[in-house]
């Protein structure tokens, strides 16, 4: 490198430096407080393994021995899980003047409470395993579920994250989320709430905000979203709920957005696509859209208009 090059090089990081010492978020550089976000997501993949300990287990496995093996496999899992929560709580003002010691058993309590519900946690994945069988006529399998179902995949990383913000454990949850997102296009917070047997067919663009409360057997099509209203409040709303209550056995069709914590779908609904719902509908309602002109422009030049959904008794329109 020539000398004229390298000394602006210099000039820039100075430059940089100098801006470091501004005291804004973005010029934190303490590194004792920052999660690896590999080390997160490996705890993902290696819980993944103990939830479906017959699809995602390593083939060299050994099946002789299998206290110890799951014993040696749990204890890795809480090592790396404890030293993230630790390095997150450092950063939390109730553990601003703690010790290390302090932080690590705080960490290493809330580890194994959590490891204490991987059983229940598995109910509740093997009833959206259920789910998505039953719901879908093109499954050939359950393994073809956990294996390549987007939907079931989200679902999985959200329940394991709901478990960690349930015990109030900051970052670690959201974490995991942004990383389900990215694999299946799934944005499920991990403060909602979601009952058993819940099928996300087709995924991809389904978005599920923090305060959302959807009950048992309910079934979304992709492109859901059950979101907020304006938010221009910020953190002013922090602790209201901001999002739908969905009750149990609704069916929401593909780009149906529901928004609104005071909104609430009552039971047995079916809520038709491209909907837009911003009120309470009561329950055993169907919504569709009302008469939806269909235009078909032939290259003969003839045009048919015809309408996408005929009008209904048994319909609620918006």
Same mark, same amino acid.
């Given at each position: 490198?020539?000398?004229?090059?390298?000394?602006?090089?210099?000039?820039?990081?100075?430059?940089?430096?100098?801006?470091?010492?501004?005291?804004?978020?973005?010029?934190?550089?303490?590194?004792?407080?920052?999660?690896?976000?590999?080390?997160?997501?490996?705890?993902?993949?290696?819980? /993944?393994?103990?939830?479906?300990?017959?699809?995602?287990?390593?083939?060299?496995?050994?099946?002789?021995?299998?206290?110890?093996?799951?014993?040696? %496999?749990?204890?890795?899992?809480? %090592?790396?899980?404890?030293?993230?929560?630790?390095?997150?709580?450092?950063?939390?003002?109730?553990?601003?003047?703690?010790?290390? @010691?302090?932080?690590?058993?705080?960490?290493?309590?809330?580890?194994?409470? %959590?490891?204490?519900?991987?059983?229940?946690?598995?109910?509740?994945?093997?009833?959206?395993?259920?789910?998505?069988?039953?719901?879908? @006529?093109?499954?050939?399998?359950?393994?073809? =579920?956990?294996?390549?179902?987007?939907?079931?995949?989200?679902?999985?990383?959200?329940?394991?994250?709901?478990?960690?913000?349930?015990?109030?454990? +900051?970052? =670690? +949850?959201?974490?995991? !989320?942004?990383?389900?997102?990215?694999?299946?296009?799934?944005? =499920?917070? @991990?403060?909602?709430?979601?009952?058993?047997?819940?099928?996300?067919?087709?995924?991809?663009?389904?978005?599920?905000?923090? !305060?959302?409360?959807?009950?048992?057997?309910?079934?979304?099509?992709?492109?859901?979203?059950?979101?907020?209203?304006?938010?221009?409040?910020?953190?002013?709303?922090?602790?209201?709920?901001?999002?739908?209550?969905?009750?149990?056995?609704?069916?929401?069709?593909?780009?149906?957005?529901?928004?609104?914590?005071?909104?609430?779908?009552?039971?047995?609904?079916?809520?038709?696509?491209?909907?837009?719902?911003?009120? @309470?509908?009561?329950?055993?309602?169907?919504?569709?859209?009302?008469?939806?002109? /269909?235009?078909?422009?032939?290259?003969?030049?003839?045009?048919?208009?015809?309408?996408?959904?005929?009008?209904?008794?048994? %319909?609620?329109?918006?």
């Amino acid at each position: 490198m020539n000398i004229a090059k390298e000394n602006e090089i210099q000039d820039v990081a100075r430059e940089i430096l100098a801006d470091y010492e501004q005291g804004r978020p973005i010029d934190r550089r303490e590194v004792s407080t920052q999660i690896d976000e590999k080390i997160v997501v490996g705890v993902v993949q290696k819980l /993944l393994r103990i939830l479906f300990p017959g699809y995602y287990r390593k083939k060299t496995y050994s099946p002789h021995d299998d206290e110890r093996n799951l014993s040696f %496999f749990i204890e890795e899992i809480e %090592f790396q899980l404890t030293r993230q929560i630790a390095g997150v709580l450092r950063g939390q003002p109730d553990y601003e003047d703690a010790d290390e @010691p302090t932080v690590r058993r705080e960490a290493l309590r809330l580890v194994l409470a %959590f490891l204490h519900r991987i059983p229940a946690l598995r109910e509740m994945v093997n009833s959206d395993l259920e789910a998505a069988f039953d719901g879908d @006529p093109a499954a050939k399998s359950m393994e073809e =579920i956990v294996l390549a179902y987007p939907g079931l995949l989200a679902i999985t990383i959200y329940r394991i994250a709901h478990e960690l913000f349930l015990l109030h454990v +900051p970052l =670690i +949850p959201r974490m995991m !989320t942004e990383y389900a997102h990215g694999r299946t296009g799934v944005d =499920i917070h @991990p403060g909602a709430s979601i009952g058993r047997y819940f099928f996300i067919d087709h995924a991809t663009g389904v978005v599920i905000g923090e !305060t959302s409360v959807i009950g048992e057997h309910v079934k979304i099509y992709q492109g859901v979203t059950i979101g907020a209203l304006s938010t221009r409040g910020g953190q002013k709303l922090k602790g209201v709920k901001r999002h739908p209550t969905i009750e149990d056995n609704v069916t929401i069709y593909s780009g149906a957005s529901i928004l609104g914590g005071e909104t609430v779908i009552g039971r047995n609904s079916v809520i038709g696509g491209n909907s837009f719902i911003t009120r @309470p509908i009561k329950p055993n309602t169907r919504v569709s859209i009302k008469n939806q002109e /269909l235009q078909i422009d032939e290259r003969d030049g003839e045009t048919f208009c015809e309408r996408d959904i005929e009008p209904g008794a048994w %319909f609620y329109t918006i």
